[in-house]
């Protein structure tokens, strides 16, 4: 590219339209999308800077002003469906200040919706489907050598009035042959966990595969993999985490991976690399691939906390969402983890389609049953990419634009169904969340940390009043 001062911005969205209140106990992980395409563009001598404008708590103003500053050829903007309006904002502001500039959109609502993207938005020239480390890279060199992005695999663009697809792009076999996610460009200490795990700084996310086989309805994944897995090797994952002990001194490692303990020989391998470094570690499970040996291995090794999703307290409802995991595993696996004393979350979600009021219920009692540390109680946002999504849209179900989600709708849920009211979800959300965070024994358990370990007392009293304010706003459609 010509002489500048960056080639390459790429951006995260701010959360202009998130609850504010909320913001306290939730997750906010570093980008690893973009910090891995950022590397490979690193590595092929392209100037590139990332600006997380989430995780900064960026304004307008602020972001127009950064976007001026650096004068970029090329803008890439990151975009899930909650986020997806302030991408649009941001190739908006990005048009405006810097004339020329090219806008390609990537992540998984862009994805999903690439034609839909195009069609609606001038302002966004391109869009990267799917895994895009490769066509972003493709995408860099045509454009800087003044090339059409025709020969680009992956891509969806603008040609005149056209909107051109290339060819698919293959998945990456081997993941190890990437460069590990450029770290160095992201604000790094201002990342946490979620308020619901046990917190260390430093912290840092690691991403070991890409892509689950399952086929959840209501799951984004296979919109952005497409059911097909692929792992790095334990000895690449170990190397990365030896990375970030040595240049940021983190302390803890969430593993974002769909199913982190899908194969157990490489889990195993991990935890015995792990079991030589002193970091407490969490990740996202299924009930179904967990057994005793292997939480054995991974509470010796650090893990100090696990996320399952049950989602439901129903075996019908299980079957209806192709969950393809029974109530008895879901017992067990939390079972196997309150005996070896790793903490855990499981994500529930009602408003189901074909779900009844019964079923309902039965998802309530069942939180309380397995009495795992804390739930994430959600209401069915059919996301585009997902088989809901098409039954919803089908079905006239949604309620709200697609490009109006913001995040998390529990109080302004995105769909009607036909047996069940948007008011009453709103209420069976509420009793869900009140059931199972004010029984004595949550309340107690609470206490007792809080008052034996000053972190879960700091924790205690951050996320008190958000929580209130989640259950008890009364925000009106
Ligand atoms: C970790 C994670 C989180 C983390 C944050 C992750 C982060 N900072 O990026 C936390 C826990 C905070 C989170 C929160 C939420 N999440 Co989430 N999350 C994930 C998860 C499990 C992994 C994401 C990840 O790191 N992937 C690894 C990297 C390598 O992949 P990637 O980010 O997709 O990037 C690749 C491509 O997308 C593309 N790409 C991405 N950005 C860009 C930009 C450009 C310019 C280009 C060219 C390409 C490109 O290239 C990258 C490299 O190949 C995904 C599921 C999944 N398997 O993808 C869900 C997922 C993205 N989350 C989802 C949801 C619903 C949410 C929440 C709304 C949940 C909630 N109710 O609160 C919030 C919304 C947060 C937000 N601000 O958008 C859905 C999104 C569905 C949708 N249509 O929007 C997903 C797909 C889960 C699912 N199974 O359905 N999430
Ligand atoms: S919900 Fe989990 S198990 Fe189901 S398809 Fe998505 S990532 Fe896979």
Redesign the pocket.
């Known amino acids: 590219m010509e002489e500048g001062k960056i080639d390459v911005l790429?951006l995260?969205?701010p959360?202009i339209e998130?609850y504010r209140d909320m913001r306290e106990g939730?997750?906010?992980?570093?980008?690893?999308?973009?910090a891995?395409?950022a590397a490979l563009l690193e590595k092929n001598k392209f100037k590139v800077k990332i600006i997380d404008a989430?995780v900064l708590n960026m304004q307008w103003p602020q972001i127009e002003e950064a976007i001026r500053e650096e004068k970029p050829k090329l803008v890439?903007?990151?975009?899930?469906?909650?986020?997806f309006r302030e991408a649009l904002q941001i190739a908006r502001i990005a048009k405006k200040v810097v004339p020329n500039v090219k806008v390609?959109?990537?992540?998984?609502?862009a994805?999903?919706l690439p034609k839909f993207t195009l069609e609606r938005h001038p302002e966004i020239d391109a869009v990267?489907i799917?895994?895009?480390?490769f066509?972003?890279l493709e995408?860099v060199k045509a454009l800087s050598r003044g090339k059409s992005l025709e020969d680009v695999k992956g891509l969806v663009f603008r040609q005149g009035k056209k909107i051109v697809f290339t060819e698919p792009r293959p998945r990456i076999t081997d993941l190890d042959r990437l460069p590990f996610p450029a770290r160095h460009l992201l604000p790094n200490e201002k990342y946490r966990p979620?308020s619901k795990t046990p917190i260390k700084f430093p912290f840092t996310?690691v991403?070991t595969s890409?892509?689950?086989p399952n086929d959840c309805v209501?799951?984004?994944?296979k919109?952005?993999?497409g059911r097909t897995l692929v792992q790095r090797s334990a000895e690449n994952v170990l190397q990365e985490i030896r990375q970030v002990v040595k240049n940021y001194g983190v302390k803890q490692i969430i593993f974002?991976?769909?199913t982190f303990t899908i194969n157990k020989q490489r889990l195993i391998q991990l935890c015995d690399g792990l079991a030589e470094l002193d970091l407490m570690w969490g990740c996202?499970s299924r009930v179904n691939t967990i057994d005793e040996e292997a939480i054995k291995k991974m509470k010796e090794s650090g893990c100090a906390w696990l996320e399952f999703g049950v989602e439901s307290g129903s075996s019908r409802v299980l079957k209806l969402i192709k969950k393809n995991i029974t109530l008895e595993q879901a017992r067990n696996a939390i079972r196997l983890a309150k005996k070896y004393k790793v903490q855990t979350s499981t994500a529930f979600m009602i408003g189901n389609i074909g779900e009844t009021k019964e079923d309902i219920e039965k998802t309530i009692a069942f939180m309380k049953e397995l009495d795992s540390d804390y739930v994430q109680l959600?209401i069915l946002?059919p996301?585009?990419?997902?088989e809901s999504y098409e039954i919803a849209m089908k079905k006239g179900y949604l309620k709200t634009d697609v490009e109006s989600?913001t995040?998390?709708k529990y109080t302004d849920p995105v769909i009607a169904l036909p047996n069940i009211t948007r008011e009453e979800l709103k209420a069976y959300w509420k009793k869900g969340m009140i059931q199972f965070y004010l029984r004595p024994r949550f309340v107690l358990r609470m206490l007792k940390r809080a008052l034996t370990d000053k972190e879960e007392l700091k924790k205690l009293l951050r996320t008190v009043k958000p929580f209130l304010v989640m259950v008890f706003s009364e925000k009106k459609n």
Do not use: K, N
Not at 76 to 83: A, D, E, L, M, N
């Open positions: 790429l995260v969205p959360c998130l939730s997750p906010i992980y570093p980008p690893l999308g973009i891995y395409i989430f890439g903007v990151t975009s899930t469906t909650s986020t390609i959109a990537g992540g998984v609502h994805t999903a990267a799917g895994e895009s480390d066509t972003m995408a979620s996310t991403m890409r892509g689950c209501f799951c984004a994944s919109a952005m993999w974002t991976d769909d996202s959600s946002s996301y585009p990419g997902t989600y995040q998390p």
